[in-house]
């Protein structure tokens, strides 16, 4: 596919990434071929959810029939991958050619290129057939977006906790101020027993309720999708063997009997968003429009739209498609290339160590392979630098891209990535980049940092106001 489509260079090339194609260019460069032609005809993504919710996106693509119509399937693709991702659906319509919609109907099949896609939407997170109708333009639904409100509850004794691949997080706090916060290494991905789950996540709230005279709520994030406190699917219970499954499905709701306190758990990408938000209102910010991104394990992003609430969306950029050079590197879960989780996690960092001459040591957690990368970082190491630098590039390539599909007024950078000098090298180069390619986007965005304690805890402490008491 990759060959009919046109990909460009950047004009700032990431010092550790020669072959980088970046989504917004490639998009934008066949968006003003289609505009120069005058021959475009409407193409309408509509993406369903099991509320009944409808996403609408549209766009253009050549005819049937047209000389350059070869060039329809790999634009559509990854669009749709991005839309997946990013809104989520079971039932996709896709209106206008037909051909183009066979396509990647086939493309979006059990057997399909996209076959994770297909299982994964479907039969894991949805528990719904993952369903593509090829329709007209005119026969997608109509957009039907759901929001609400998340969190920002502080008053009484209250546990937050961020469930990450490396580290869990927990904070107690008492009416919205952190009287402890702590960082527990972890592994859970590699674990096949629901119990070592259970045992880690419940000795780090207990140790958080110690430190306050009583408990009045807990409230968590974590990776994954989380449907009324129970996992459908998160990259931390990977080792899981699916009989056992259930056990992890009901660990929330077990753990909240057990404490007794109103229990909430959602997506850590809205935790980021909301996150961002209330650091921005804390500063006298109007914090809605807010991305959220964190960089940890893999790349988590949340979303505060214009009205201050969350949407229905997935939000999971990690396989959210940014680099679409024909070797761009491949996420492992998934299978596809040049997604999210491979430029804005520790994965980049691993990735990117062995150009520099940076040695990762083995036998050791991840956390403690990032910490020691990070410590080279912290020495002056010149290639731990380009690495950072070669990140800030991709990000700010990747929010031009983002700004497409969201309406965006900040984007906050949080994570374990951005501890340090990293996250400073990260802004500043995506900063760079918004200046010279995008300069209305860079004039009408704000892009931060919160500060070093936000960025390590900061998701903690929100997740704690998620439940409301009484």
Same mark, same amino acid.
């Given at each position: ?52 919710? =409808?996403?609408?996106?549209?766009t253009q693509v050549y005819p049937d029939g047209h000389p350059r ?23 996709? /319509? ?103 789950? /259970? ?26 999708? /989380? ?20 056990? =992890? ?60 609430? =969350?949407t229905g969306w997935l939000n999971e950029l990690a396989f959210a498609?940014?680099? /679409? ?25 691993f990735r990117l160590a062995p150009q520099v001459g940076i040695e ?111």
């Amino acid at each position: 596919m990759t060959a009919t489509f046109r990909l460009l260079k950047p004009n700032l090339v990431p010092s550790l990434d020669a072959g980088f194609r970046p989504a917004v260019l490639a998009n934008r460069a066949f968006a003003q071929e289609l505009r120069d032609s005058g021959d475009g005809v409407p193409f309408v993504f509509g993406l369903e959810r099991p509320d009944g919710s =409808i996403s609408r996106f549209e766009t253009q693509v050549y005819p049937d029939g047209h000389p350059r119509a070869v060039a329809n399937l790999f634009y559509a693709e990854r669009v749709l991958k991005f839309l997946l991702w990013q809104r989520g659906g079971w039932k996709v /319509y896709l209106g206008g050619p037909q051909s183009l919609g066979v396509s990647l109907k086939n493309v979006y099949a059990a057997d399909g290129e996209r076959s994770f896609d297909y299982h994964f939407l479907g039969e894991r997170i949805y528990q719904k057939p993952f369903t593509v109708i090829p329709c007209t333009a005119e026969a997608v639904p109509a957009q039907r977006e759901r929001a609400q409100p998340l969190g920002r509850h502080l008053d009484g004794y209250r546990i937050g906790f961020d469930l990450g691949a490396s580290d869990l997080k927990v904070s107690a706090l008492i009416d919205g101020q952190a009287i402890y916060s702590a960082e527990i290494v972890w592994e859970p991905t590699e674990q096949i027993d629901p119990q070592y789950h /259970y045992d880690h996540i419940v000795t780090a709230l207990k140790t958080a309720m110690s430190k306050m005279p009583r408990l009045d709520a807990i409230g968590g994030s974590a990776a994954g999708v /989380y449907i009324e406190n129970r996992p459908m699917v998160a990259s931390l219970y990977r080792g899981i063997p699916d009989e056992r499954f259930d056990q =992890i499905r009901d660990m929330f709701l077990r753990i909240q009997r057990e404490f007794g306190v109103p229990l909430e758990i959602v997506n850590d990408g809205e935790v980021t968003a909301l996150a961002g938000a209330m650091s921005l209102e804390e500063n006298g910010l109007q914090g809605n429009g807010v991305l959220g991104i964190a960089m940890g394990s893999s790349e988590a992003a949340g979303y505060v739209n214009a009205g201050g609430n =969350i949407t229905g969306w997935l939000n999971e950029l990690a396989f959210a498609p940014v680099d /679409y050079a024909p070797d761009a590197p491949v996420e492992e879960w998934s299978g596809d290339r040049g997604v999210g989780a491979r430029y804005f996690s520790q994965q980049c960092v691993f990735r990117l160590a062995p150009q520099v001459g940076i040695e990762l040591p083995t036998g050791v957690t991840n956390a403690e392979k990032l910490k020691s990368v990070q410590k080279e970082l912290e020495a002056g190491h010149p290639g731990a630098i380009q690495i950072w630098e070669t990140m800030g590039t991709y990000l700010g390539y990747a929010l031009a891209h983002y700004a497409n599909f969201y309406d965006l007024k900040h984007v906050l950078i949080l994570g374990r990535c951005t501890s340090g000098t990293g996250g400073p090298l990260i802004l500043e180069g995506a900063k760079e980049v918004l200046a010279a390619e995008f300069p209305e986007l860079a004039a009408r965005v704000l892009v931060q940092l919160p500060d070093e304690k936000s960025r390590r805890v900061g998701q903690s402490i929100a997740a704690a106001s998620l439940p409301a008491i009484g």
